[in-house]
């Protein structure tokens, strides 16, 4: 059974950065693709970042290139979403969510924590 577990939200200044972690457990993650979404408030949810767990390779949403970073550790199974100089639009609930290197579509998701950035 895999299990994905935020943690990191609360609320923030605009301008200001928070680090949301990502605890995976229940398999071997080292042939999955360990994503980031957002979902604000009465919008569909939109994706962040993702991290190719055996290759380490990236990729950003333009909205967030050079201010957000995603990284591992492998040793904890865990996944990181590092966001500096937010904004108050990224108010959201922010989801992290596995797929295996050959599907498109995310097959597991946490719960999400929510991210609330003030004006």
């Known amino acids: 059974q895999v299990q994905l577990v935020e943690s990191g939200g609360g609320l923030v200044q605009a301008g200001e950065s928070l680090r949301l972690s990502c605890a995976a457990s229940?398999?071997?993650?080292?042939?999955?693709?360990m994503g980031w979404f957002l979902q604000a408030p009465g919008k569909e949810r939109e994706f962040v970042a993702r991290?190719?767990?055996?290759?380490?390779?990236?990729y950003y949403a333009d909205s967030v290139k050079g201010r957000f970073t995603i990284s591992k550790d492998n040793a904890k199974n865990t996944v990181f979403l590092q966001m500096d100089s937010l904004k108050p639009e990224e108010t959201a609930v922010y989801y992290c969510?596995?797929?295996?290197?050959?599907?498109?579509?995310?097959?597991?998701w946490g719960q999400g924590t929510q991210v609330t950035v003030s004006s």
């Open positions: 969510a596995a797929r295996t290197r050959a599907t498109v579509e995310y097959a597991y």
């Open positions: 229940g398999r071997t993650f080292s042939s999955y693709v």
């Open positions: 991290i190719s767990w055996s290759s380490g390779s990236t």
